[in-house]
């Protein structure tokens, strides 16, 4: 039974799959994560709001990202996805209409936590549980792909954005956005549906999985997996929402222009999409937390030399090499969630792993404003940055000497 189930031909829709998710996160995820990068200057001219008041906005927006994947992860796991998937859809785009027409903090607060909470909370996690689903192998490279969405829209939506509150204001450019995502959105989730039975991987977890680091996930509970990797995702995350979220300020500090600011944003997750892309077919080379090890350590490494550029020049060509490096991360964190968990809690932990991912970003974007208005620049934000980083790889390399320790001693038992 084993080897007719391992031999049979994997079904070709698996790719509409992929092709679809990585759109509706490119949409969702572009806006969610770091589309309001490009608010800081338009809010402060209209309403004369500090930096770290309307980081507070992109941080709403995770929390309730983090706190509704743990929900929409559980949902996803016992409802039939295309039914998740059109309410995050729906949601996403009635408070982008929603935030168009504010006019209070208070207002963008709420509208984005709701946003994070029903609508991407829908979305990431059981598009993310169910790409992985549909592959019995090379998992990595699609989760990689699926991943690379996430990155174009990271790039895509901040640039975009920001020509059209350069031609429409603010107010009609998150118009624009909402409409187009309730259009596009809908669409694409009538493409979602979940894989044949006798196409997901076994249920008993990795033993055969050539992703796994470990030979057997039962070695390390689920719930024990979420709360490891969580922990190492909050700082990863925190690293990661630095300059995200005030590279395009940063480089406004310095004399260069909202739309060529977004531009270098843009071409940073150019490069993401490569190396989501190229992290993902990594793991499935030399295991899934070898890989993430190695594009936090590249994301470590490198953040802070943001400060060390004045040029627009000197922007695009070190967005391209931290582009690509820093990109391996979330393609990292998801590929392990998927390697090391069974099927049946694979969308509720990845759930909880997203939770403390998220709330890392809405961390690192709120300590970057908060950290600026005290300071008045941003050496202390990015310095943060990167203590966060050298923790986490800290855990994920105390997670792969565990695992390996634990595959040796079942080794010798048997």
Not at 15 to 43: E, K, Q, R
Not at 261 to 280: E, K, P, Q
Request: charge should be neutral; proline fraction near 3%; hydrophobic fraction near 55%.
């Amino acid at each position: 039974m084993n080897s007719i189930r391992e031999t049979a031909p994997e079904p070709v829709y698996r790719w509409v799959i992929v092709s679809a998710s990585a759109l509706m996160l490119a949409l969702s995820m572009g806006m969610m994560v770091n589309g309001t990068s490009v608010l800081f200057i338009p809010l402060f001219e209209e309403f004369g709001w500090q930096r770290g008041a309307v980081s507070l906005i992109n941080t709403s927006g995770m929390v309730g990202l983090a706190i509704g994947g743990i929900f929409m992860g559980r949902i996803a796991d016992k409802t039939p996805i295309r039914r998740v998937v059109l309410v995050g859809a729906v949601v996403i785009g009635l408070c982008m209409l929603g935030a168009s027409q504010a006019n209070a903090l208070w207002q963008f607060y709420v509208l984005f936590f709701i946003a994070g909470f029903l609508g991407v909370g829908a979305l990431f996690a059981p598009l993310i549980a169910n790409v992985g689903n549909w592959f019995k192998t090379g998992a990595g490279l699609a989760l990689g792909i699926a991943a690379a969405g996430q990155a174009l829209g990271q790039g895509g939506m901040p640039y975009v954005l920001a020509l059209l509150i350069g031609a429409l204001g603010w107010r009609d450019a998150l118009m624009s956005v909402g409409l187009t995502m309730l259009v596009l959105l809908i669409s694409l989730a009538m493409l979602i549906k979940q894989p044949p039975k006798n196409t997901t991987s076994s249920d008993t977890g990795a033993a055969d999985d050539p992703l796994a680091d470990v030979g057997d996930t039962v070695l390390i509970a689920p719930n024990t997996i979420a709360l490891w990797l969580g922990a190492a995702a909050i700082l990863c995350c925190t690293c990661m929402a630095v300059p995200l979220m005030h590279l395009v300020p940063l480089m406004q500090d310095r004399g260069i222009p909202l739309e060529d600011a977004g531009s270098v944003l843009f071409v940073m997750l150019v490069a993401a999409i490569a190396g989501r892309i190229a992290f993902g077919k990594l793991a499935d080379m030399i295991g899934a937390i070898r890989s993430y090890w190695i594009a936090s350590c590249f994301q470590t490494v490198l953040v802070f030399f943001f400060l060390q550029i004045d040029t627009l020049q000197g922007y695009y060509i070190f967005a391209v090499i931290y582009g690509f490096g820093y990109a391996g991360v979330m393609t990292g964190i998801l590929v392990c969630a998927r390697a090391l968990t069974p099927v049946s809690k694979r969308a509720s932990v990845l759930g909880i792993v997203l939770f403390f991912a998220f709330m890392g970003h809405g961390i690192g974007g709120y300590q970057g404003g908060f950290f600026f208005d005290l300071t008045g620049n941003y050496t202390l934000t990015y310095a943060n940055a990167a203590i966060a980083g050298i923790v986490n790889l800290i855990l994920v390399g105390a997670l792969y000497i565990t695992t390996n320790r634990r595959r040796t001693a079942l080794a010798f038992a048997t």
